[in-house]
C-alpha cells in the first residue's frame, strides 16, 4: 500500500471535528485504505478486515456502519452504489495519483434507477441516514441546510446529554448559537448535537454547574 499524505488541515477542519473520537480514527485509518482515488468497498465486514487487521475482535459490522454515517453526514465521505455494490470515496482526498485508473468504480458510474441512491450518488440512505422528520428527498440528494428555528432535540437525545451531564436546556441555546455563528449547514441536525453532546458540550454547559474540586475550581471533563 502506497504511502498516504495527511495534511495538517485535517488538525483544524470543522468537518472532522464533528467526529466522534472511534469515527475520526476509523477516518484517518480510511485514508490508508482507499486507492489514489479515495475510493474503496463499503462493505462494512471489509472495512473492518484492512482498517483493523489487529482488532478484528474488538470492532464489529455495526461499528463500521455507524462511523460510515457520521462521516457521510459530516461531508467527508461519498456513499455510491454500482452494479449493486456499495462503494466508498473520500471527499477531497486530493492524492498524487500514480494510478492510471481508479481499482473501484467512479460516483459517476453509480445506479441512478436505484431509491435509495442519489441522482448525483452523494449518499446510501439505508447506511447513512435515520432521519427524524426530514423530507427524504431532501435527505436523499444529501441537501444541507441551517439548523431549522423550531429545531428541538427529541427524547434520545435529551437522555443522552442525561447520560453525558449536560444541562440541555443551556446546551440547546448554545449549540443554536454555534450554529448561526457561521451559518453552519448540515443534513442531519440530530446527528451533529449528538456528536456536540459527546464531544464539546459536557464542558460548556455542565449539568448541575459541573463537578468541582477542593478549590473550588470546577473540574474539566476528559474522555
Same mark, same amino acid.
Given at each position: 500500500?502506497?504511502?498516504? /499524505? %495527511?495534511?495538517? !488541515?485535517?488538525?483544524?477542519?470543522?468537518?472532522?471535528?464533528? $467526529?466522534?473520537?472511534?469515527?475520526? $480514527?476509523?477516518?484517518?485509518?480510511l485514508m490508508s485504505v482507499v486507492d489514489d482515488y479515495g475510493r474503496y468497498n463499503a462493505i462494512p465486514l471489509l472495512l473492518r478486515s484492512r482498517c483493523y487487521p489487529l482488532q478484528i475482535d474488538r470492532v464489529v459490522d455495526s461499528h463500521i456502519e455507524e462511523w460510515l454515517k457520521e462521516?457521510?453526514?459530516? *461531508?467527508? /465521505?461519498?456513499?455510491?452504489? %454500482?452494479?449493486?455494490?456499495?462503494?466508498?470515496?473520500?471527499? *477531497?482526498?486530493?492524492?498524487?495519483?500514480?494510478?492510471?485508473?481508479?481499482?473501484?468504480?467512479?460516483?459517476?458510474?453509480?445506479?441512478?434507477?436505484?431509491?435509495? %441512491?442519489?441522482? *448525483?450518488?452523494?449518499?446510501?440512505?439505508? /447506511?447513512?441516514? #435515520?432521519? #427524524? !422528520?426530514?423530507? #427524504?428527498?431532501?435527505?436523499?440528494? *444529501?441537501?444541507?441546510?441551517?439548523?431549522?428555528?423550531?429545531?428541538?432535540?427529541?427524547e434520545a437525545l435529551r437522555e443522552l446529554a442525561l447520560e453525558e451531564q449536560v444541562n440541555v436546556k443551556k446546551a440547546v441555546d448554545v449549540f443554536r448559537d454555534w450554529a448561526k455563528s457561521k451559518d453552519h449547514?448540515?443534513?442531519?441536525?440530530?446527528?451533529?448535537?449528538?456528536?456536540?453532546?459527546?464531544?464539546w458540550l459536557p464542558e460548556r454547559c455542565p449539568l448541575n454547574g459541573g463537578a468541582r474540586d477542593a478549590t473550588g475550581e470546577q473540574l474539566k471533563r476528559w474522555k
Open positions: 500500500m502506497p504511502s498516504r /499524505i %495527511v495534511r495538517d !488541515g485535517i488538525l483544524e477542519s470543522e468537518s472532522v471535528n464533528l $467526529l466522534s473520537w472511534e469515527a475520526e $480514527l476509523f477516518y484517518r485509518r462521516c457521510t453526514e459530516a *461531508g467527508l /465521505i461519498m456513499l455510491y452504489s %454500482v452494479a449493486n455494490k456499495p462503494y466508498l470515496e473520500i471527499i *477531497g482526498f486530493n492524492q498524487r495519483t500514480r494510478q492510471k485508473t481508479s481499482k473501484f468504480p467512479s460516483p459517476s458510474d453509480c445506479n441512478t434507477n436505484d431509491r435509495h %441512491v442519489s441522482a *448525483g450518488c452523494s449518499t446510501l440512505l439505508s /447506511i447513512a441516514h #435515520e432521519d #427524524e !422528520g426530514e423530507d #427524504e428527498d431532501e435527505i436523499v440528494r *444529501g441537501k444541507k441546510k441551517p439548523l431549522p428555528n423550531n429545531w428541538k432535540p427529541n449547514r448540515y443534513v442531519d441536525w440530530d446527528a451533529v448535537f449528538r456528536n456536540a453532546l459527546r464531544k
